[in-house]
């Protein structure tokens, strides 16, 4: 029982990360045509932040490799868009 329950609140966990996940793709990809707005801008910082609070190996020292994966992809993306 509290298996299936940690492993039901892992996988929602793992789909909100996607979610965050494409809509940085999204953003991301707003500024490869154009000069990205002030709210996409803003929303990019607020992704990554919310992705570093929940991923930073530092914070969550028994992360997964997936977790570890998702925090680089979006230091990767944010790197990318300052």
Request: glycine share 2%.
């Amino acid at each position: 029982m509290i298996d299936e329950a940690l492993k039901e609140e892992f996988l929602e966990y793992e789909h909100n990360i996607k979610l965050q996940m494409e809509e940085l793709d999204e953003l991301i990809g707003d500024k490869k045509f154009h000069k990205l707005s002030k709210k996409n801008a803003k929303r990019i910082k607020s992704l990554y932040k919310e992705c570093v609070l929940k991923l930073h190996p530092d914070l969550h020292p028994d992360q997964s490799i997936i977790e570890k994966n998702c925090l680089y992809k979006s230091l990767k993306h944010f790197r990318w868009v300052i």
